[in-house]
């Protein structure tokens, strides 16, 4: 790493990282290509070798790894949380209100075209696309974002992609309870939140009841988001602690990699990489506020991409005899990537954005605010 930094200003906005968030998501996309040739959500069996999946030749390490960029998504957001909250003064109806008005109602509106095309599926067809536990339980499990945190959930159901961000749910709780120990104590507060969130995960308690120890697993990974953040705030005008800091992750991605440690490899790249957007970030500032739109589509692409999947499976149901040799033609991959990609700014440009204004219109409003 040879870049000055000393004479930069430091970021108010992190688009380039934010933007990681959405080719994060597209690397989810590509690893959900094998739902194509599913028969039947149980028919799991049937799933050929990533190896005869279109361009694997080029794409095989996503198909068959890509689901860990969800692990970088969580790491993410405790990069960007901690920039947007280590100032900032908050009350817990103000954070949980624009958490709310950020993530339920593409939550809810997926969740029912999902409800609609499972329906039709079951009746018409005879069987579930892609996730079963499509019953009552599960869809409240769902209304309420508690499809994975809680123990109450016998597996995905509905949208399943959905269960990350239901667990994130539980690391923003404990986020924001911890902030002010944060904000006071910085690194010394995040590293030990780290480690107990993670040894909850691995002990797995038998005193918390109802809860998924998954959840303290994501909030492990969010809170070492939280601690590159506080690195790159304290030394992001010293070059050589910069430097530090990246080959320290560097070597410990390889070693990690090396030895088989999943949960230190996947910290140690995903430092690698937000610390590789948060220079960027840092050298050009607002000469890449473009970027700023590819960020806020990542949402939308992660939930949106399954629904359009199901959809293309009922057709195949309904119409060609449920035959999934589409599945092996060079067209249906980049035809799935640019519509889940042209889907995703169209919902969040005509959707995600005003609703999720209202909301917060609305919620501002109310006098539970102060």
Known sequence: MDIETKNFVFPQYFNCVDSIRTIA?????????????????????????????????LL??????????VQLFWVISGFVFMH??????????????????????LHFATLIFVLLLQTISINYVGHWQIYGNN??????????????WSTLSRGL???????????????????????????KFGVLAAVPLAAACWAISIVSPSFIPLVRMSVFECAGYFYSGI???????????????????????????????????????????????????????????????????????SYSLYLVHV??????????????????????SPFLLPIYLISSVLVSFFVYRFYELPVGRLYRNAFNRNPLRV
Request: with cysteine; charged share 15%.
């Open 25 to 57: 998501a597209l690397v989810v996309v590509i690893s959900h290509y094998h739902h194509f040739y599913l028969s039947d959500f149980s028919a799991r069996d049937e799933i050929p070798s990533s190896q005869s999946f279109p361009y694997s030749e």
């Open 157 to 183: 159901s509905f949208n399943g992609p959905i269960w990350s961000v239901s667990l994130e749910i539980g690391a923003y709780v404990m986020f924001f309870l911890s902030l002010g120990v944060l904000r």
């Open 307 to 328: 629904p359009l999947q199901m959809c293309v499976l009922l057709v195949a149901d309904l119409f060609f005899e449920g035959n999934r040799g589409f599945a092996q």
């Open 135 to 148: 019953d009552t339980r599960h869809f409240l499990l769902q209304l309420f974002m508690a499809s994975n």
């Open 84 to 105: 947007v909250y280590a100032q900032r003064p908050t009350s817990p109806y103000q954070f949980f209100a624009a958490r709310f008005a950020r993530l339920y109602p």
């Open 60 to 69: 095989r390490p996503l198909y068959d790894f890509g689901g860990n960029a």
């Open 227 to 297: 601690i590159l953040y506080m690195l790159f705030q304290k030394f992001y005008s010293c070059t050589a602690h910069l430097s530090a800091i990246y080959s320290l992750s560097l070597l410990a991605s390889g070693i990690s990699v090396l030895v088989g440690d999943q949960r230190a490899s996947t910290v140690s790249i995903s430092w690698c990489i937000l610390l590789t957007a948060a220079l960027v970030d840092l050298r050009y500032g607002n000469k890449i506020a473009k970027l700023k739109s590819v960020g806020n589509v």
